[in-house]
């Protein structure tokens, strides 16, 4: 390892401190107005943005940071979940574009959790879902044209398994809400409501063992479709419906190999932005529903961030603007030529960066002969080299190739590092996403496996300096790792992390109770052996490798008094074990916190290897 470089101009601290965008969106019916997540201020906080100026002014000024909020589709007001000190439980309150005082949308409900959020296109309703010890809440709010003034909530749908949702047609006639009702996994069919009366118009669930999702309906007011997706052919693909009529088109694509998401509907409602992955590489189409044609877009290479039409989208002209990074550049927004694809300009800059060591795409065999991808980089030098093996949160995501200051961090002293893709991970089609449910911990513990394997192998890492880390489920399996084979590693660093799922589900909020259902297929009562030998505390006793966990006091995904437990029975074991607190939820409090962190665990595997 290389002598640690800890002076406040060190090239990897001037990476976390460059200023980042982290989301953009337009307002429908105003585009002239959008809003943007950006860590400019030094955390995360939501912005609104004179598009034609480029002018951001701040809207939050959160102790912890926020980084996600929803524009008002008028442009007049930005929607986001008021939490105490990123707990992620509170009340949704608007903020006016121009800044000002926060309204409470819901001041007669008790504080609640929430993931789902939603506009309509014509700004006359809003809706969300809530989890509380009954369930899931879908609630509407019918919003006044003129003035703005909102209505009290009215449930639209309930139920006891986890719910998301809604998304509205144009006019805020027709709700959609992805629900588990009908399955004891996390497989979802759509139900979609009269938004006035609440009665049921239409479902959409493809057979046992199938999930389908939505994206949005038709940006015309006369029609609507909904695009969504569905994975009953073993790969997700997009697919129309309309909810009154029941027509339904599926989009085959089966030219294309790996998973295609749809991403925008252009606002003449003639064409879909997608985007299809291959090997957790990105490729972007755009097809034409009227002449049945798919284009692919040559634009340049890394990662395009996307979700419910934030981050890329069709944007002013014939231009579509994207969330764009890779891993030596900072995600920032850029115009693609909406027919070619290539870069026309940057709409908002990202801050300048020092260089950087870029990523390349790797794969290699897991224990079962499942190909497993990952993303490997390497100092400069000969190896084998003290190695990072990294594993992302979710567990339901995809690692793609992305600006990570922390992989940077680890390249500048000399280590390599290498991410990998374990099973369930997303876009590698359903199976290997399902591989976890009800059982998680064993393959993707076999995946990081194999992974070192492969390093050591390959000659990258010298086989007495493995590292094995990640954040949230990450933090989970690095845990597993350390205590299900205690020989293979140097040290495990952990950040925000699950220790043992039956306390966890005690302590977390009510949507993360919610997901952990439908993960196991029951409740700790239903499955309690399952969710033990899941469960990092059960292996305490075989952990030999020094650990480090970094942990939130306030967060609700992965709570306190597991990881508290967790340690207490390392050290009652005689096992060598730190934790660090910060006083924040589970998405940090700020840059200058994430800089800490990284030091802490820098100068935790120079001990180490020391």
């Given at each position: 390892?290389?002598?640690?470089?800890?002076d406040?101009?060190?090239?990897?601290k001037r990476?976390?401190r460059a200023?980042?965008?982290?989301?953009a969106?337009l307002?429908?019916?105003?585009?002239?107005?959008?809003?943007?997540?950006s860590n400019q201020?030094?955390?995360?906080?939501?912005?609104?943005?004179?598009?034609?100026?480029?002018?951001?002014?701040?809207?939050?000024?959160?102790?912890?940071?926020?980084?996600?909020?929803?524009?008002?589709t008028d442009g007049r007001a930005?929607?986001?979940l008021?939490d105490?000190?990123?707990?992620?439980?509170?009340?949704?309150?608007?903020v006016?574009?121009?800044?000002?005082?926060?309204?409470?949308?819901?001041?007669?409900?008790?504080?609640?959790?929430?993931?789902?959020?939603?506009?309509?296109?014509?700004?006359?309703r809003?809706?969300?879902?809530?989890a509380?010890a009954?369930g899931?809440?879908?609630?509407?709010?019918d919003?006044?044209p003129?003035?703005g003034?909102?209505?009290?909530p009215?449930r639209l749908f309930?139920?006891?398994?986890l719910?998301?949702g809604?998304?509205?047609?144009?006019?805020?006639?027709?709700?959609?809400?992805?629900?588990?009702e009908?399955a004891?996994m996390q497989?979802?069919?759509?139900?979609?409501?009269?938004?006035?009366s609440?009665?049921?118009v239409?479902?959409?669930?493809?057979g046992?063992?199938?999930?389908?999702?939505?994206?949005?309906?038709?940006?015309?007011?006369?029609?609507e479709r909904l695009?969504?997706t569905?994975?009953?052919s073993g790969?997700?693909?997009?697919?129309?419906?309309?909810p009154?009529?029941g027509?339904?088109?599926?989009f085959?694509l089966?030219d294309?190999?790996?998973?295609v998401y749809p991403?925008?509907?252009?606002?003449?409602?003639?064409r879909?932005?997608?985007?299809?992955?291959?090997?957790?590489?990105?490729?972007l189409?755009?097809?034409?529903?009227e002449?049945g044609t798919?284009?692919?877009?040559?634009?340049?290479?890394?990662?395009?961030?996307?979700?419910?039409g934030?981050?890329t989208?069709?944007?002013?002209?014939?231009?579509?603007?994207?969330?764009?990074?890779?891993a030596?550049?900072?995600?920032q927004?850029?115009?693609?030529?909406?027919?070619?694809g290539e870069?026309?300009r940057?709409?908002?800059v990202?801050?300048?960066?020092?260089?950087?060591q870029?990523?390349q795409?790797?794969?290699?065999?897991?224990s079962?002969?499942q190909?497993?991808?990952?993303?490997?980089?390497?100092?400069e030098?000969e190896g084998?080299?003290?190695?990072?093996?990294h594993?992302?949160?979710?567990?339901?995501?995809?690692?793609?190739?992305?600006?990570e200051?922390?992989s940077?961090a680890w390249?500048?002293?000399?280590?390599?590092i290498?991410?990998?893709?374990?099973?369930g991970s997303t876009?590698?089609?359903?199976e290997?996403?399902e591989k976890?449910?009800?059982?998680?911990?064993?393959?993707?513990?076999?995946?990081?496996?194999?992974a070192?394997?492969?390093?050591v192998?390959?000659?990258?890492a010298?086989?007495d300096?493995?590292?094995?880390?990640?954040?949230?489920?990450?933090?989970y399996?690095?845990l597993?790792?350390?205590?299900?084979?205690?020989d293979?590693w140097?040290?495990?660093?952990?950040?925000?992390?699950?220790?043992?799922?039956a306390?966890m589900y005690?302590?977390?909020a009510?949507?993360?109770?919610?997901?952990?259902?439908?993960?196991?297929g029951?409740?700790?009562?239903e499955k309690?052996?399952?969710?033990?030998?899941?469960?990092?505390i059960?292996?305490?006793e075989r952990?030999e490798?020094?650990?480090y966990?970094?942990?939130?006091?306030h967060?609700?995904?992965?709570p306190?008094?597991?990881?508290?437990a967790?340690e207490?029975?390392?050290?009652?074991?005689?096992?060598?074990?730190?934790?660090?607190?910060?006083?924040?939820?589970?998405?940090?409090?700020?840059?200058?916190t994430d800089?800490?962190?990284?030091e802490?665990f820098l100068?935790?595997?120079?001990?180490?290897?020391?």
């Amino acid at each position: 390892m290389k002598k640690l470089q800890l002076d406040d101009n060190a090239a990897w601290k001037r990476r976390f401190r460059a200023p980042r965008l982290w989301s953009a969106e337009l307002a429908k019916a105003d585009p002239a107005r959008g809003l943007v997540v950006s860590n400019q201020s030094g955390k995360n906080q939501l912005y609104g943005w004179e598009v034609e100026s480029g002018e951001l002014t701040q809207l939050t000024e959160r102790e912890t940071g926020i980084s996600l909020g929803w524009m008002a589709t008028d442009g007049r007001a930005v929607y986001y979940l008021d939490d105490d000190q990123g707990n992620e439980i509170g009340h949704y309150v608007r903020v006016p574009f121009s800044g000002g005082s926060a309204e409470d949308v819901t001041p007669d409900l008790p504080p609640y959790s929430s993931w789902g959020f939603g506009v309509s296109r014509q700004a006359n309703r809003i809706g969300f879902t809530t989890a509380d010890a009954e369930g899931f809440h879908t609630y509407v709010v019918d919003a006044d044209p003129d003035s703005g003034a909102l209505s009290t909530p009215r449930r639209l749908f309930h139920s006891k398994k986890l719910a998301d949702g809604p998304a509205f047609s144009a006019d805020g006639a027709l709700a959609v809400v992805a629900t588990t009702e009908r399955a004891t996994m996390q497989y979802y069919n759509l139900v979609v409501y009269d938004a006035d009366s609440g009665e049921r118009v239409g479902e959409l669930w493809d057979g046992e063992g199938t999930s389908t999702g939505y994206l949005m309906f038709s940006p015309a007011p006369v029609d609507e479709r909904l695009l969504g997706t569905t994975n009953r052919s073993g790969r997700k693909r997009p697919l129309l419906w309309n909810p009154r009529t029941g027509e339904r088109v599926d989009f085959a694509l089966a030219d294309l190999p790996g998973e295609v998401y749809p991403v925008d509907w252009s606002d003449d409602a003639r064409r879909i932005l997608l985007c299809h992955f291959a090997e957790a590489a990105q490729e972007l189409y755009v097809y034409d529903l009227e002449a049945g044609t798919l284009g692919k877009l040559d634009h340049p290479n890394g990662t395009y961030s996307f979700y419910q039409g934030k981050g890329t989208f069709f944007g002013p002209g014939d231009e579509i603007w994207a969330q764009w990074q890779d891993a030596t550049h900072p995600a920032q927004i850029i115009a693609l030529d909406g027919n070619s694809g290539e870069k026309l300009r940057t709409v908002l800059v990202a801050g300048e960066v020092p260089p950087g060591q870029p990523w390349q795409s790797i794969s290699f065999a897991s224990s079962d002969g499942q190909a497993i991808q990952g993303w490997l980089a390497v100092p400069e030098g000969e190896g084998p080299f003290p190695t990072i093996l990294h594993t992302h949160g979710g567990p339901e995501v995809v690692m793609t190739e992305v600006f990570e200051p922390r992989s940077q961090a680890w390249l500048d002293h000399g280590f390599a590092i290498l991410s990998i893709n374990y099973r369930g991970s997303t876009t590698f089609g359903r199976e290997f996403q399902e591989k976890i449910w009800g059982n998680p911990g064993q393959w993707e513990i076999e995946d990081v496996v194999a992974a070192r394997a492969w390093l050591v192998s390959e000659g990258i890492a010298h086989p007495d300096q493995v590292f094995v880390t990640g954040w949230s489920y990450g933090g989970y399996i690095t845990l597993m790792a350390l205590g299900k084979y205690p020989d293979l590693w140097a040290g495990g660093m952990a950040g925000v992390a699950i220790t043992d799922w039956a306390m966890m589900y005690e302590d977390s909020a009510d949507t993360l109770k919610g997901y952990q259902v439908a993960l196991f297929g029951g409740t700790p009562a239903e499955k309690a052996e399952a969710y033990a030998a899941s469960s990092p505390i059960t292996y305490a006793e075989r952990v030999e490798a020094p650990v480090y966990i970094i942990q939130g006091r306030h967060d609700t995904r992965t709570p306190a008094r597991p990881v508290e437990a967790y340690e207490a029975r390392l050290k009652a074991l005689g096992k060598a074990i730190e934790v660090h607190w910060f006083e924040a939820g589970h998405a940090g409090a700020g840059v200058e916190t994430d800089i800490e962190n990284q030091e802490r665990f820098l100068q935790f595997a120079k001990r180490v290897l020391s």
